[in-house]
T-cell receptor
Framework: AQSVTQLDSHVSVSEGTPVLLRCNYS??????LFWYVQHPNKGLQLLLK??????LVKGINGFEAEFKKSETSFHLTKPSAHMSDAAEYFC??????????FGKGTRLSVIA | DGGITQSPKYLFRKEGQNVTLSCEQN?????MYWYRQDPGQGLRLIYY???????QKGDIAEGYSVSREKKESFPLTVTSAQKNPTAFYLC?????????????FGPGTRLTVT
């Protein structure tokens, strides 16, 4: 079975400072892992994905995530937050033959 | 312009009425999905379909029904049996088979039942 835990329900950062959104996963198989972003009342947009190639994955808008198998983590980072980054972020795990499993989300606030 | 469309964006219904949410995609994807989103709960899978004329229940299928008569379309009916239907509903599609393929999401429909 697969599961995802997003360790913070809300993260607040100042504009220009680094962003860290934490995600731990559990999977019986070698999983694919994704980060999605959702702006208010919108659908979800893919930020990046890990599919067993390079462990450091670069995504859109300056985000990146590192897959650490030993820690079962897939944390999302960005060196410098922008006001437009304020949104809800979802960590997602998928394995062969299973639907996507979503974390409960982390709301990112960016303070000017 | 390829993508997923959901209509309408906002929907209001009286309790006891069935309502159908539309989802159309022109990405030529085999698989389509319906999710329900409630504040603080992430997304929960209602139904999914890997191929035309076939679909499976997700985690919270009770009170919902779907059909998949065409590859491009996957409508969701919220029936009067659904105890708490007010929510944000998201449709998604993907290439089927390989877990590395991401899902593409529509803009969502916010359903309010009073």
């Amino acid at each position: 079975a697969q599961s995802v835990t997003q360790l913070d329900s809300h993260v607040s950062v100042s504009e220009g400072t680094p962003v860290l959104l934490r995600c731990n996963y559990s999977s019986s198989y070698s999983p694919s892992l994704f980060w999605y972003v959702q702006h208010p009342n919108k659908g979800l947009q893919l930020l990046l994905k890990y599919t067993s190639a390079a462990t450091l994955v670069k995504g859109i808008n300056g985000f990146e995530a590192e897959f650490k198998k030993s820690e079962t983590s897939f944390h999302l980072t960005k060196p410098s937050a922008h006001m437009s980054d304020a949104a809800e972020y979802f960590c997602v795990v998928k394995a062969v033959g299973t639907p996507l499993v979503f974390g409960k989300g982390t709301r990112l606030s960016v303070i000017a | 312009d390829g993508g997923i469309t959901q209509s309408p964006k906002y929907l209001f219904r009286k309790e006891g009425q069935n309502v159908t949410l539309s989802c159309e995609q022109n990405l030529n994807h085999d698989a389509m999905y319906w999710y329900r989103q409630d504040p603080g709960q992430g997304l929960r899978l209602i139904y999914y379909s890997q191929i035309v004329n076939d679909f499976q229940k997700g985690d919270i299928a009770e009170g919902y029904s779907v059909s998949r008569e065409k590859k491009e379309s996957f409508p969701l009916t919220v029936t009067s049996a659904q105890k708490n239907p007010t929510a944000f509903y998201l449709c998604a599609s993907s290439i089927s088979g390989n877990p590395s393929y991401e899902q593409y999401f529509g803009p969502g429909t916010r359903l309010t039942v009073t």
